[in-house]
């Protein structure tokens, strides 16, 4: 821990057993690590069963509402990529002003 602390964040560290009575760190021993920790391991076949339920149950798009989404996307690109090349354009005009290739 960090000696440049103040009171209020040493009480605080006191209250969550942080610090002893001392203002010293307690080291509380780490857990020791499992390999499977409590969770099963399941098979390739039950995965995919569990996958296909769960997929089932997804609220897919129709296709108008794909396609329309689709175009927003594209034809915002298309308005940032002008935008953007707009402004290089510009900056490079500027640019080439300043330093007189």
Excluded: C, H
């Excluded at 021993?29 to 997929?55: I, W």
């Excluded at 927003?72 to 308005?79: A, F, M, P, R, Y």
């Amino acid at each position: 821990m960090s000696t440049d602390m103040n009171r209020e964040q040493k009480r605080a560290l006191k209250r969550m057993g942080a610090l002893n009575e001392q203002g010293n760190p307690t080291r509380t021993p780490s857990q020791p690590r499992t390999k499977n920790s409590g969770a099963e391991r399941v098979g390739p076949v039950r995965y995919l069963r569990e996958v296909r339920e769960e997929m089932a149950k997804v609220a897919w798009p129709k296709w108008p509402e794909v396609r329309r989404y689709s175009i927003v996307v594209l034809g915002t690109v298309v308005v940032f990529t002008a935008y953007i090349g707009g402004l290089d354009a510009v900056f490079a005009i500027f640019s080439g002003w300043l330093y007189k290739d």
